[in-house]
Nanobody
Framework: VQVVESGVGLVQPGDSLRLSCTGS????????IGWFRQAPGKELEGVAV???????YYVDFVKGRFTVSRNNGENTVYLEMTSLNPEDTAVYYC???????????????????WGQGTQVTVSS
């Protein structure tokens, strides 16, 4: 499956933003979809995952603030981000792992089909 992110945003601290990851070629529901981000000058890091069975996983620094969900009819996975702060400024990527893989917390090496990334900037 090929995935494309959307939802470029410039928001203020405390705001919310929803990113979309739309699949083509195959049904995203068959694939674990992970969200990752890369802040300026930092390494790529995992954020959240939704598996094909619907299980979700979040890294500690986004728990309670970010929610990953899927709309099968739209073939899209969403990352809903709330209580954004400047440390959330990054390029956000979604990626697909192997079909129905039982992944857990997002690990870069588990994902083989990546989107181009979308910029999120949190600034007052």
């Amino acid at each position: 499956v090929q995935v494309v992110e959307s939802g470029v945003g410039l928001v203020q601290p405390g705001d919310s933003l929803r990113l979309s990851c739309t699949g083509s070629g195959h049904t995203v529901a068959e694939y674990p979809i992970g969200w990752f981000r890369q802040a300026p000058g930092k390494e790529l890091e995992g954020v959240a995952v939704i598996r094909s069975d619907g299980a979700t996983y979040y890294v500690d620094f986004v728990k309670g603030r970010f929610t990953v969900s899927r709309n099968n009819g739209e073939n899209t996975v969403y990352l809903e981000m709330t209580s954004l702060n400047p440390e959330d400024t990054a390029v956000y990527y979604c990626a697909a792992a192997a079909p129905r893989a039982r992944v857990g917390l997002p690990r870069i090496q588990d994902y083989n089909s990546w989107g181009q990334g979308t910029q999120v900037t949190v600034s007052s």
